[in-house]
């Protein structure tokens, strides 16, 4: 498997695979492909990662900026996160998850935020901080802080309104 920062040509492919891999969660609504795309419109993807196996993208993950409430600066969301149904549980989604977290330390991130699975996102050192976001399950929004830690409510770019 190769992780690589997404091309233009990718992106059908990468809308077809979200779409694809949060069509029967149940806490979607369907929006995933789309809020990649308004992100992407907004200049708001910080990161964009793409898994390749076989010359076929099998996962995808992005980064973009967030705005916390106490002025912390240079803090990111992760998400949306999709791996191609027939290639879950394979590690995929480990893989572009350490991958992404290595390059937002690179770019100089203060830490990174994410809305999932305490037991899936807590392998990776995600834990519940003094950080917030509004009308979330606090057990279910976590934080991962790389150079300095951040408190208060936690806001998502508008384009996760897509």
């Avoid at 059908?12 to 992100?39: C, N, V």
């Avoid at 203060?110 to 009308?135: M, N, T």
Wanted: with cysteine; aromatic share 10%.
């Amino acid at each position: 498997m190769q992780i690589l920062p997404e091309a233009p040509r990718d992106r059908e492919a990468i809308f077809a695979l979200t779409q694809d891999a949060f069509k029967d969660h149940p806490h979607s609504q369907g929006t995933e492909g789309r809020i990649i795309g308004a992100l992407r419109e907004a200049g708001a993807l910080t990161l964009s990662l793409a898994a390749w196996e076989d010359g076929n993208i099998v996962g995808h993950i992005a980064f973009s900026p967030v705005t916390v409430s106490d002025g912390s600066s240079d803090w990111y969301g992760l998400g949306p996160m999709a791996v191609r149904p027939d290639r879950q549980g394979r590690g995929i989604g480990a893989a572009l998850l350490r991958e992404g977290l290595a390059r937002l330390r690179a770019l100089g991130a203060a830490g990174c935020v994410v809305l999932g699975d305490p037991g899936y996102y807590g392998r990776f050192g995600f834990a519940q901080a003094g950080l917030k976001y509004p009308g979330a399950p606090p057990e279910y929004f976590m934080a991962l802080a790389f150079t300095r830690p951040a408190q208060g409510e936690v806001a998502y770019h508008a384009a996760f309104s897509a």
